[in-house]
C-alpha cells in the first residue's frame, strides 16, 4: 500500500461500512476514504473505456487504484490490524480462495494443520471483535444517557453515531477550531465528520433563515469565516445545511 495512502487513511475516522468498501457517501459525492478521490454525483466517469456513472466509477477505483479493500487493511502497519506478516498473509490467501495446501506452500511449506489453525483462531478473534463492537456501543449509550444532545436539521444525509454530539462535546470543538476576532474565524478544517459536522452547524447560523442568496452572496459570508471558503460551502451542501437550485442561482438554509 501506498505509504502516503497510509497517512491519509484514519481508520478511526470511519464506520464499518466505509471501512468494507472503501467509499463514504454524501448528498453530492462518493469519496474514497483511503485517498480522498471525489466522485460526484451526475458526472460521468471514463474508466479503462467505460462510462460509468459516479458510485460505479468510485468501485472501481478502489478496485483498481488501492487493490480493493482487503488488500487496503491487510496493508496496514501491524501496530494497527492488530496482524502479523504471517497473519496478513494467509487472511490474503484466504481472500484469494486459496487452498491451506497453496497457502501452505507460498508460506514456505508450513504444515497445511498450522494454516487450518490459523483459520480457526481467525473465527474466534471475530467473534471476540463482534463482541467488542456490541460491548463498545453499549458503553457509549450509558454514558450519553441523560445528556443533552445537539440536533441537526431534518435533511441530514447521515443518521448514525456521527450526529450523537453533547453540547458539551460540541463546545469543546468549536473552542478547538475558531477564533473570535471581531468576527467567526474558523483556524482550521478537521478531519474528523463528527467534528466537522459541529463546524458546519455554527458556520451556517452565519446565513439567516429567510433570505435566498446568490452563489456570491454565500461566498462573501464566508471568506472571513475561511480561507478555503470554496470546501467550506461545499460540504455545506453536500450535508445538505445549504440547499441549492441545480444550475447553481440560488442558496437556501434548510431547516
Known sequence: MDMDHVTKFRISNETLKELETGIRETEGT????VCGSL???GVVFSVDGRLLEASRAAVEHIRTEHGGMLTVLLGLPSTVS???DVQQRIISGMGAGCSDRDIARELGGKAEST????R???RRRLMEAKIMVAIGSLLERNEMDGQEFISFHKSMPIHDERTMTTRVEAEKVLKKYFRQNGHLVLIRFPRKEKEKLVIL???VEEFDLECRYTEKEVNEILKPICEDYVTVRRYLIEYRFLGRKADGSEYWVNE
Open 30 to 33: 462518493f469519496v474514497c476514504v
Open 39 to 41: 466522485f460526484e454525483r
Open 82 to 84: 492488530g496482524l502479523s
Open 115 to 118: 494454516i487450518r489453525n490459523h
Open 120 to 122: 480457526f483462531q481467525f
Open 201 to 203: 452547524k455554527r458556520v
